[in-house]
């Protein structure tokens, strides 16, 4: 059973930086896709960032060039950088993990985390 455990987070101040880390363990398939979603109160959740096999990464247009995500392949982790962060960057923010299991796209979530932005 794969688990992913979210650390980082929190309060910021506008045009401040955080990072979100997100262990995996238990993953015995291919794995692919690692990405961090955000869901914000009352709207639908989103994906911020993932990298997807063979290693493309593809940003939502709304953190592009602020946010930077990144994996550790021995550690099974990833994460994200968040720089310039802006009162819209409040949201949950979730870890994902998709692998094929027997045929299957199976996708994995995170505990979730909490950034607010705000002066």
């Known amino acids: 059973q794969v688990q992913l455990v979210q650390s980082g987070g929190g309060l910021a101040q506008p045009g401040a930086s955080l990072t979100l880390s997100c262990a995996a363990s238990?993953?015995?398939?291919?794995?692919?896709?690692l990405g961090w979603y955000r869901q914000a109160a009352g709207k639908q959740r989103e994906m911020v960032a993932k990298?997807?096999?063979?290693?493309?990464?593809i940003y939502n247009d709304s953190v592009k060039g602020r946010f930077t995500i990144s994996k550790d392949v021995a550690k099974t982790a990833i994460y994200l950088q968040m720089n310039d962060l802006k009162p819209e960057d409040t949201a949950v923010y979730y870890c994902?993990?998709?692998?094929?299991?027997?045929?299957?796209?199976?996708?994995?979530w995170g505990q979730g985390t909490q950034v607010t932005v705000s002066a």
């Open positions: 990298i997807v096999t063979g290693e493309q990464i």
């Open positions: 238990g993953s015995r398939f291919r794995i692919t896709t």
């Open positions: 994902n993990l998709d692998q094929q299991e027997g045929g299957q796209l199976i996708v994995y």
